[in-house]
Protein backbone atom coordinates (compact mmCIF):
# COMPACT_ATOMS: atom_id res chain seq x y z
CA UNK A 1 0.00 0.00 0.00
CA UNK A 2 1.97 3.38 -1.24
CA UNK A 3 1.35 6.28 1.23
CA UNK A 4 -0.22 8.66 -0.60
CA UNK A 5 1.22 12.85 -0.62
CA UNK A 6 -0.36 14.31 2.04
CA UNK A 7 0.74 16.28 5.43
CA UNK A 8 0.05 14.87 8.80
CA UNK A 9 -2.61 16.24 10.89
CA UNK A 10 -2.47 16.26 14.20
CA UNK A 11 -5.76 16.65 15.83
CA UNK A 12 -5.74 18.22 19.89
CA UNK A 13 -8.21 16.44 21.83
CA UNK A 14 -9.45 19.39 23.84
CA UNK A 15 -12.56 18.51 26.30
CA UNK A 16 -15.63 20.87 25.80
CA UNK A 17 -18.42 22.26 27.78
CA UNK A 18 -20.72 19.51 29.13
CA UNK A 19 -23.32 21.73 29.43
CA UNK A 20 -23.09 22.84 25.55
CA UNK A 21 -22.46 18.93 24.62
CA UNK A 22 -25.93 18.27 26.48
CA UNK A 23 -27.62 21.26 24.56
CA UNK A 24 -26.82 19.61 21.02
CA UNK A 25 -30.35 18.14 19.93
CA UNK A 26 -29.75 14.87 18.71
CA UNK A 27 -30.65 14.86 15.07
CA UNK A 28 -28.35 18.40 15.36
CA UNK A 29 -25.54 16.12 16.18
CA UNK A 30 -26.14 13.59 13.11
CA UNK A 31 -25.99 16.49 10.67
CA UNK A 32 -23.13 17.87 11.88
CA UNK A 33 -21.49 14.65 11.69
CA UNK A 34 -22.50 13.52 8.07
CA UNK A 35 -22.21 17.88 7.10
CA UNK A 36 -18.08 18.00 8.47
CA UNK A 37 -16.72 14.26 9.03
CA UNK A 38 -18.52 11.61 6.50
CA UNK A 39 -17.32 13.72 3.66
CA UNK A 40 -14.02 14.51 3.90
CA UNK A 41 -12.11 15.25 0.66
CA UNK A 42 -8.65 13.80 -0.40
CA UNK A 43 -6.15 16.71 0.00
CA UNK A 44 -5.20 18.34 3.87
CA UNK A 45 -5.15 21.87 3.11
CA UNK A 46 -8.62 22.86 1.78
CA UNK A 47 -10.13 25.67 4.17
CA UNK A 48 -12.82 23.04 6.19
CA UNK A 49 -9.77 21.88 8.03
CA UNK A 50 -10.14 24.20 10.84
CA UNK A 51 -14.03 23.36 11.26
CA UNK A 52 -13.48 19.86 10.92
CA UNK A 53 -10.27 19.53 13.45
CA UNK A 54 -12.94 21.53 15.60
CA UNK A 55 -15.83 18.95 15.03
CA UNK A 56 -13.27 15.65 15.42
CA UNK A 57 -12.08 17.13 19.02
CA UNK A 58 -15.85 17.15 19.54
CA UNK A 59 -16.23 13.94 18.69
CA UNK A 60 -13.69 12.34 21.57
CA UNK A 61 -16.78 13.36 23.96
CA UNK A 62 -19.69 12.86 21.94
CA UNK A 63 -20.62 9.08 23.13
CA UNK A 64 -21.46 11.03 26.93
CA UNK A 65 -24.66 11.57 27.58
CA UNK A 66 -26.32 11.12 23.83
CA UNK A 67 -27.22 7.88 22.80
CA UNK A 68 -24.01 6.99 21.02
CA UNK A 69 -20.81 4.12 21.40
CA UNK A 70 -17.89 3.53 19.46
CA UNK A 71 -16.19 0.61 18.41
CA UNK A 72 -12.85 -0.20 16.88
CA UNK A 73 -11.59 -2.47 14.88
CA UNK A 74 -8.20 -3.73 13.10
CA UNK A 75 -7.60 -6.07 10.16
CA UNK A 76 -5.50 -5.17 7.26
CA UNK A 77 -5.84 -2.01 5.24
CA UNK A 78 -7.83 0.69 6.52
CA UNK A 79 -8.62 1.87 3.72
CA UNK A 80 -10.25 -1.93 3.02
CA UNK A 81 -11.88 -2.28 6.41
CA UNK A 82 -13.33 1.13 6.69
CA UNK A 83 -16.07 0.44 3.83
CA UNK A 84 -18.01 -1.98 5.20
CA UNK A 85 -19.79 -0.18 8.05
CA UNK A 86 -20.29 3.07 6.36
CA UNK A 87 -23.88 1.98 5.07
CA UNK A 88 -24.75 0.05 8.11
CA UNK A 89 -28.28 1.34 9.51
CA UNK A 90 -27.48 2.49 13.11
CA UNK A 91 -23.67 3.90 11.86
CA UNK A 92 -23.19 7.63 11.96
CA UNK A 93 -19.70 8.54 11.08
CA UNK A 94 -16.23 6.36 10.99
CA UNK A 95 -12.59 7.55 10.83
CA UNK A 96 -9.26 5.48 10.13
CA UNK A 97 -6.57 6.00 12.26
CA UNK A 98 -3.68 3.93 14.82
CA UNK A 99 -4.12 2.49 18.28
CA UNK A 100 -2.24 -0.18 20.35
CA UNK A 101 0.91 1.05 19.90
CA UNK A 102 3.87 3.07 21.79
CA UNK A 103 4.61 6.49 19.90
CA UNK A 104 2.16 9.54 20.66
CA UNK A 105 0.29 11.27 17.42
CA UNK A 106 2.25 8.49 15.20
CA UNK A 107 2.44 8.90 11.38
CA UNK A 108 1.19 6.73 8.50
CA UNK A 109 4.80 6.49 7.59
CA UNK A 110 5.87 5.06 11.21
CA UNK A 111 3.26 2.82 11.46
CA UNK A 112 3.23 1.05 8.04
CA UNK A 113 6.68 0.50 8.60
CA UNK A 114 6.14 -1.52 12.01
CA UNK A 115 8.19 1.26 14.15
CA UNK A 116 5.35 1.93 16.59
CA UNK A 117 3.35 -0.85 17.33
CA UNK A 118 0.32 0.42 16.65
CA UNK A 119 -2.18 -1.28 14.23
CA UNK A 120 -4.46 0.44 11.56
CA UNK A 121 -7.18 0.35 12.71
CA UNK A 122 -11.13 1.82 11.92
CA UNK A 123 -13.20 3.57 14.60
CA UNK A 124 -17.12 3.45 14.30
CA UNK A 125 -19.44 6.22 15.92
CA UNK A 126 -22.82 4.38 16.29
CA UNK A 127 -25.75 4.53 17.96
CA UNK A 128 -26.18 1.16 19.97
CA UNK A 129 -30.09 1.48 19.87
CA UNK A 130 -30.12 0.90 16.37
CA UNK A 131 -27.17 -0.95 15.65
CA UNK A 132 -26.36 -3.42 18.49
CA UNK A 133 -22.35 -4.09 19.13
CA UNK A 134 -23.20 -7.75 18.38
CA UNK A 135 -23.80 -6.89 14.54
CA UNK A 136 -20.67 -4.72 14.15
CA UNK A 137 -18.61 -7.76 15.36
CA UNK A 138 -20.65 -9.84 12.53
CA UNK A 139 -19.02 -7.70 10.12
CA UNK A 140 -15.90 -7.22 11.29
CA UNK A 141 -15.36 -11.02 11.49
CA UNK A 142 -16.58 -11.28 7.93
CA UNK A 143 -13.80 -9.14 6.81
CA UNK A 144 -11.13 -10.24 8.36
CA UNK A 145 -9.04 -13.92 7.87
CA UNK A 146 -9.10 -14.42 11.57
CA UNK A 147 -7.38 -17.30 11.10
CA UNK A 148 -3.31 -15.73 10.64
CA UNK A 149 -1.64 -13.62 12.99
CA UNK A 150 0.40 -10.39 12.46
CA UNK A 151 -1.01 -10.13 8.81
CA UNK A 152 -3.83 -9.28 6.67
CA UNK A 153 -4.36 -11.18 2.86
CA UNK A 154 -1.14 -9.58 1.45
CA UNK A 155 0.25 -6.89 4.20
CA UNK A 156 2.38 -8.75 6.62
CA UNK A 157 3.35 -7.00 9.93
CA UNK A 158 1.65 -6.94 13.44
CA UNK A 159 0.69 -3.09 12.18
CA UNK A 160 -1.64 -4.97 9.87
CA UNK A 161 -3.02 -7.46 12.93
CA UNK A 162 -6.67 -8.38 13.29
CA UNK A 163 -7.80 -7.57 16.45
CA UNK A 164 -10.48 -5.63 18.48
CA UNK A 165 -10.01 -3.09 20.62
CA UNK A 166 -12.71 -3.06 23.37
CA UNK A 167 -13.82 0.09 24.71
CA UNK A 168 -15.70 -1.14 28.19
CA UNK A 169 -16.22 -4.46 29.69
CA UNK A 170 -19.77 -5.35 27.88
CA UNK A 171 -17.25 -4.96 24.47
CA UNK A 172 -15.17 -6.93 26.11
CA UNK A 173 -17.40 -9.87 26.94
CA UNK A 174 -19.31 -9.46 24.08
CA UNK A 175 -16.15 -10.18 21.65
CA UNK A 176 -14.93 -12.82 23.60
CA UNK A 177 -18.05 -14.93 23.25
CA UNK A 178 -17.94 -14.22 19.73
CA UNK A 179 -14.41 -15.41 19.22
CA UNK A 180 -15.32 -18.12 20.79
CA UNK A 181 -19.12 -18.98 19.22
CA UNK A 182 -16.38 -18.68 16.50
CA UNK A 183 -14.00 -21.49 17.05
CA UNK A 184 -16.49 -23.85 18.42
CA UNK A 185 -18.64 -23.68 14.96
CA UNK A 186 -15.29 -25.57 13.92
CA UNK A 187 -15.54 -23.02 10.09
CA UNK A 188 -11.88 -23.07 10.29
CA UNK A 189 -9.20 -25.80 11.09
CA UNK A 190 -6.75 -23.46 12.01
CA UNK A 191 -7.35 -21.22 15.37
CA UNK A 192 -8.68 -18.16 15.70
CA UNK A 193 -5.71 -15.86 15.96
CA UNK A 194 -7.55 -12.25 16.25
CA UNK A 195 -6.30 -10.58 19.51
CA UNK A 196 -8.81 -9.31 21.68
CA UNK A 197 -7.31 -5.84 23.57
CA UNK A 198 -8.36 -2.97 25.63
CA UNK A 199 -8.65 -0.06 23.98
CA UNK A 200 -6.00 2.74 25.11
CA UNK A 201 -5.77 5.91 22.79
CA UNK A 202 -6.77 6.14 19.23
CA UNK A 203 -5.15 8.38 17.00
CA UNK A 204 -6.59 9.72 13.77
CA UNK A 205 -4.63 9.31 10.67
CA UNK A 206 -4.21 12.04 8.33
CA UNK A 207 -6.69 13.43 6.28
CA UNK A 208 -6.07 11.97 2.87
CA UNK A 209 -6.33 8.56 4.22
CA UNK A 210 -10.06 9.14 5.63
CA UNK A 211 -12.60 7.57 3.11
CA UNK A 212 -9.96 6.78 0.49
CA UNK A 213 -12.28 4.51 -1.01
CA UNK A 214 -14.66 7.49 -2.55
CA UNK A 215 -11.27 10.52 -2.58
CA UNK A 216 -9.59 7.80 -4.45
CA UNK A 217 -11.67 5.41 -5.71
CA UNK A 218 -9.38 4.01 -8.81
CA UNK A 219 -6.41 3.47 -6.37
CA UNK A 220 -8.47 2.05 -3.91
CA UNK A 221 -9.88 -0.82 -5.90
CA UNK A 222 -6.29 -1.66 -7.77
CA UNK A 223 -5.52 -1.87 -4.19
CA UNK A 224 -8.17 -4.28 -3.09
CA UNK A 225 -7.67 -5.83 -5.96
CA UNK A 226 -3.98 -6.52 -5.58
CA UNK A 227 -4.15 -7.76 -2.00
CA UNK A 228 -6.42 -10.36 -3.05
CA UNK A 229 -8.69 -9.52 -0.58
CA UNK A 230 -12.08 -10.38 -1.82
CA UNK A 231 -10.89 -13.82 -2.76
CA UNK A 232 -9.62 -14.58 0.41
CA UNK A 233 -12.86 -13.53 2.15
CA UNK A 234 -15.03 -15.12 -0.52
CA UNK A 235 -13.28 -18.66 0.24
CA UNK A 236 -12.98 -18.14 4.25
CA UNK A 237 -17.07 -16.86 4.54
CA UNK A 238 -18.57 -18.00 1.26
CA UNK A 239 -21.03 -14.37 0.99
CA UNK A 240 -18.74 -11.58 2.42
CA UNK A 241 -21.02 -8.96 4.35
CA UNK A 242 -20.62 -5.46 3.56
CA UNK A 243 -17.39 -5.74 1.99
CA UNK A 244 -17.84 -2.87 -0.41
CA UNK A 245 -19.74 -0.69 1.14
CA UNK A 246 -20.02 3.25 0.35
CA UNK A 247 -22.25 6.05 0.93
Same mark, same amino acid.
Given at each position: ? #???????????? @???????? =??????? *? &?????????? *????? #? &?? +??????????????????????????????? +??? @??????? =????????????????? %??????? =??????? *??? /????????? %????????? +?????????????????? @????????? #??? @???????????????? /?? =?????????????????????????????? &?????????????????? +???????????
Amino acid at each position: M #DKPLCTYAAVAI @QPINPSAM =AAMRREG *L &RAEVLRHYDR *LPGIS #D &RP +WRRPLETFLNKMQHMTVGDHFAKATFSGGCF +WCL @QPPFVNL =AGVVATVVGYTGGRKTN %PSHEDVT =AGRTGHA *LAV /QVLYEPRRM %PYSQLLDVF +WHNVDPTVPNRQFCAIGA @QYRAAIFYH #DET @QKHLAEASKQALAASH /QF =AERIATRISPLEVFYQAEACHQHFYRTHPQ &RYRCCRAACGRDQRLLKL +WSEPLHHRGSR
